[in-house]
């Protein structure tokens, strides 16, 4: 599942963690991305420490045999995560899907955190040349949030895996799963213990951020276009 930030990716890792079939990964690529741009995020290295350092390493894990007791493997990814040194062959025989938001609401709540993010920060750009290469169903987060039943049994049809009504509800608080930044960005979901409601109030964007909004409508629009829809 590749989705940007200020997303409900991990309210959707939730749901399918609750699935008996289904081990679930916190993305992977988190530390490679560290390692490789230097950016220093809270609890740095402890991410460093938490998983490989190399995109060679990471691929192995996630393309090895499942647990026996698992049929489905959740991955849940950071588009911009995806570097682009990263080779993509080892993406070819997985099954892809795409969790998109209205980028004024992505980039009016990044904003609270990050006073000027760019396009590639929001990962609009490595989205979509992931969905052009790779295709696969696309799912809005306004729409799980609208009708979670309905759009999680459509998209679990689309990805060719029974539904599970488990996927509603998850336990409040951490989860195993959860990567070790977890108190430092999941404090909000971990509150929760299914998905929350929409909230239909427009998205205020800075006027500084207005060209940035302008730049990544394009790339929500075209994959916006072929999602599942209620």
């Known amino acids: 599942m590749w989705s940007g930030p200020r997303n409900i990716s991990t309210a959707m890792m939730r749901s399918f963690s609750s699935r008996s079939d289904t081990v679930v990964v916190d993305e992977p690529l988190y530390a490679h991305y560290l390692a490789e741009t230097g950016i220093d995020h809270p609890g740095r290295a402890d991410i460093l420490a938490s998983q490989p350092g190399t995109w060679q390493e990471v691929a192995a894990q996630l393309t090895a045999p499942l647990p026996d007791d698992a049929r489905v493997q959740y991955q849940k990814h950071m588009t911009h995560h995806l570097l682009d040194g990263i080779d993509r062959g080892w993406l070819e025989p997985m099954t892809h899907a795409y969790l998109i938001r209205d980028p004024a609401h992505v980039i009016a709540s990044y904003a609270k955190v990050r006073a000027m993010p760019t396009l590639e920060e929001l990962g609009f750009p490595q989205q979509r040349e992931i969905y052009r290469r790779f295709g696969g169903p696309v799912v809005d987060a306004a729409d799980i949030l609208i009708d979670p039943r309905g759009m999680l049994k459509q998209l679990c049809m689309a990805l060719y895996i029974p539904w599970d009504v488990a996927m509603l509800h998850w336990p409040r608080g951490p989860h195993p799963s959860d990567g070790v930044w977890a108190p430092h960005w999941y404090s909000a979901v ?23 909004l302008d730049r990544a409508m394009p790339y929500y629009e075209e994959l916006s276009a072929v999602a599942i829809r209620p």
Not at 191 to 212: I, M, N, Q, S
């Open 190 to 212: 971990e509150k929760t213990t299914c998905f929350g409601p929409y909230d239909a109030r427009p998205a205020e964007v800075p006027p500084h951020l207005r060209p940035l």
